[in-house]
Nanobody, 123 residues
Framework: QVQLVESGGGLVQAGGSLMLSCTGS????????MAWFRQAPGKEREFVAA????????SYADSVKGRFTISRDNAKNTLYLQMNSLKVEDTAVYYC????????????????WGQGTQVTVSS
């Protein structure tokens, strides 16, 4: 059974930083592309960033490009999202997601999701 567990959310002032983590279990973590999404109150879930299974290629939403960095440590089965220069509009529940299909890019089917971690940015 595949499980993804996010952590690291919290309350931060605008301009501050947070690092989110997502630890995976139940399959070979290093074989699958991973991604971060977020959902703000009253809005649709939106893509934030994705990374290949090897960690050698990344993709970002325009809204976070230059401020957020996605990375992974396959030895620790962990995905990260370093968030800098946070804005009030970054407030959302952040989810990590894993591709169903191994070894492909971009991700084809993000079938596995964590429970989410709340990030709140105050002005």
């Amino acid at each position: 059974q595949v499980q993804l567990v996010e952590s690291g959310g919290g309350l931060v002032q605008a301009g501050g930083s947070l690092m989110l983590s997502c630890t995976g279990s139940g399959r070979t973590f290093s074989s699958y592309a991973m991604a971060w999404f977020r959902q703000a109150p009253g809005k649709e879930r939106e893509f934030v960033a994705a990374i290949t299974w090897r960690g050698d290629r990344e993709s970002y939403a325009d809204s976070v490009k230059g401020r957020f960095t996605i990375s992974r440590d396959n030895a620790k089965n962990t995905l990260y999202l370093q968030m800098n220069s946070l804005k009030v509009e970054d407030t959302a529940v952040y989810y990590c997601a894993g591709d169903l299909v191994a070894g492909v890019w971009p991700p084809r089917r993000l079938d596995y999701w964590g429970q989410g971690t709340q990030v709140t940015v105050s002005s």
